[in-house]
């Protein structure tokens, strides 16, 4: 079967896109650096294999570094909305009963559902713009597609406020859930605009305005809707009201930068806009009807709430949500701007560095999460008292989220390399099973075990979803993300743990484990250090070191002058 997948999508025309868009510089202009080829490919014994490896290490170096720079540049800013999205959180759960936030959460996952659906039509964006041969084309493809997702999104947000009393009855909820469902379905396209605008940032490789929109500006305007709503008038329902207001002004002011600064206008006709469109669907169509199947995956958990649990145990899954998403962090950093350039490579069949490409940000990847989720394990109780007493009564299933996260950052960037590799097909059948495995065992969990036999369900969704991904990807592609070096990061996690636990064991409350983090991730960094770094990770750290180097010295002397 999956031979009949690659075989038809190899088949298909690939309309003519070969112009990188400048995202790639020509090879005369990038000098061969060395790379730590020994765990890839013998050295070559030719000057033909040498000049093929020396085009393989200059692709490499330039996917990595701007790979890397978009991950730099947009892990502080990511740090930063996580922890204005925590502050937020902790206001509301705080200020409000269990059960009141439990049934903001729940109205808000739902129309996350939708919204995420919706989305299904997003990643065209990411796969075409840095292949666009013209600005008109560039438009074309922008205008189609926010046409397209802004519809949908209104059809959907429609469906959701029409259903709002029905829903809240199958859920045994109050009037005030579906005050919260209908205001969250009103503001769905708002929601659905700045995430379409987000994504014409990442694929024009805008670091700075996507994280000032996405990391910056809207979490610290949903903080400040929410403190205003919780302490001024203490409305839960003027709290949603804020959260969406704040989605489509931050939406609005980065659409007005794009047309101000990149020349960005609408283009509705032109002599290609057919063909743009019908290759746009084309692409598109697949990720939407998976959509169904992903969003059922990652928010399929929210209904079985709302049906068979309570609206505290919808609060607690989303505070676990959010606790497990934060060790997702370096694999959110890498995500940012991998798709345009693997996009790229795939396009000019730069199949080995884009191998090695995979191989080395996995590994990045897990250096970060194994950092990150050990302290988040170690300090649980601390870290659910940050959002009442009631959640530390559930401090248990933390490690579940947890878990559940690195087993999904695990494989690196598995799913965007599927679409980007043009395998949406693919992945829509891949998703299709794991959603008939979710229902097959969620529900019968959920019903015996409750709140944590969902959780478990949330663990198995995400490990064998990855795992098939990878399966699918190493087929298809012959890419998968694993090395013998994927085991240092494992290694030095056993002194980050040893030492987390001790202080715990000897120093009490918030003390501990801001003490305990600091020192054992001093000496998990000490191992690495004395594992020791490939000469990739050594270029790499050293090609983003000068490149900062030179941007400061340039900001000091203008200022100086």
């Not at 659409?255 to 743009?276: K, T």
């Not at 928010?299 to 709430?305: D, E, K």
């Not at 305990?516 to 790499?540: H, I, M, N, S």
Request: glycine share 10%; charged share 15%; hydrophobic share 50%.
């Amino acid at each position: 079967m999956w031979r009949a997948i690659r075989d038809a999508e190899g088949s298909e025309e690939s309309g003519g896109w070969t112009d990188t868009g400048g995202l790639i510089p020509p090879l005369e202009q990038v000098a061969p650096v060395a790379t730590d080829l020994d765990q890839f490919e013998d050295a070559p014994d030719s000057d033909a294999e040498d000049d093929r490896s020396g085009s393989v290490d200059a692709r490499l170096e330039d996917a990595l570094e701007r790979v890397a720079h978009g991950a730099t540049v947009s892990v502080p800013a990511i740090l930063l909305q996580r922890g204005l999205t925590l502050a937020f959180t902790a206001v509301l759960t705080n200020a409000f009963a269990a059960s009141t936030y439990g049934a903001f959460a729940l109205a808000r996952r739902l129309q996350r559902f939708l919204l995420r659906l919706t989305m299904g039509f997003r990643s065209g964006l990411s796969r075409f713009l840095p292949n666009a041969e013209s600005d008109a084309e560039r438009d074309a493809l922008t205008t189609f597609a926010s046409l397209l997702l802004v519809g949908v999104a209104t059809a959907f947000g429609g469906a959701l406020f029409a259903a709002a009393p029905l829903v809240t009855e199958l859920a045994d909820e109050s009037g005030q859930f579906e005050s919260f469902l209908r205001i969250f379905a009103l503001g769905l396209p708002a929601g659905v605009w700045l995430f379409t605008v987000t994504e014409i940032l990442r694929g024009i490789e805008a670091v700075g305005p996507l994280n000032l929109t996405m990391r910056v500006g809207f979490p610290t305007a949903q903080l400040i809707a929410g403190a205003v709503a919780t302490y001024a008038f203490h409305d839960l329902a003027l709290a949603a009201a804020g959260v969406l207001l704040a989605m489509g002004s931050v939406g609005v002011v980065a659409a007005l930068w794009l047309a101000h600064s990149r020349g960005f206008r609408p283009r509705i006709r032109g002599a290609d806009a057919g063909r743009l469109r019908r290759k746009y669907l084309r692409f598109t169509f697949p990720l939407f009807v998976g959509g169904f199947a992903t969003t059922t995956q990652r928010l399929g958990f929210y209904p079985l709430i709302a049906v068979f649990l309570s609206s505290v145990a919808g609060g607690v899954f989303a505070v676990g949500v959010l606790l497990g998403t934060l060790v997702r962090l370096p694999l959110m950093g890498i995500n940012q701007f991998i798709p345009p350039v693997a996009a790229a490579l795939n396009e000019e069949d730069h199949r080995e560095a884009l191998k090695r490409l995979y191989h080395v940000t996995s590994r990045l990847v897990l250096v970060g999460v194994t950092a990150l989720s050990i302290p988040v394990v170690v300090y649980r109780e601390t870290v659910m008292g940050l959002f009442g007493p009631t959640y530390v009564e559930y401090a248990a299933l933390v490690p579940g989220f947890v878990l559940a996260q690195y087993a999904a950052c695990a494989a690196g960037s598995v799913g965007i390399l599927l679409t980007m590799t043009d395998h949406q097909r693919a992945l829509l059948v891949v998703n299709v099973g794991i959603t008939a495995f979710l229902a097959v065992t969620a529900i019968p969990l959920t019903t015996r075990f409750g709140l944590p036999g969902l959780v478990v369900s949330y663990v198995l969704m995400l490990t064998v979803n990855n795992g098939l991904e990878v399966a699918v990807l190493y087929y298809l592609e012959g890419l998968q993300p694993f090395t013998r070096l994927h085991a240092k990061p494992l290694v030095a996690a056993v002194p980050l743990t040893l030492v987390a636990l001790g202080v715990k064991a000897a120093v009490p409350g918030l003390l501990a484990a801001l003490v305990g983090t600091a020192a054992g991730l001093v000496a998990y960094a000490k191992t690495l250090q004395l594992l020791g770094f490939t000469r990739v990770e050594r270029r790499l750290g050293a090609t983003l070191v000068e490149r900062y180097r030179e941007v400061l010295s340039k900001n000091w002397e203008s200022r100086v002058a």
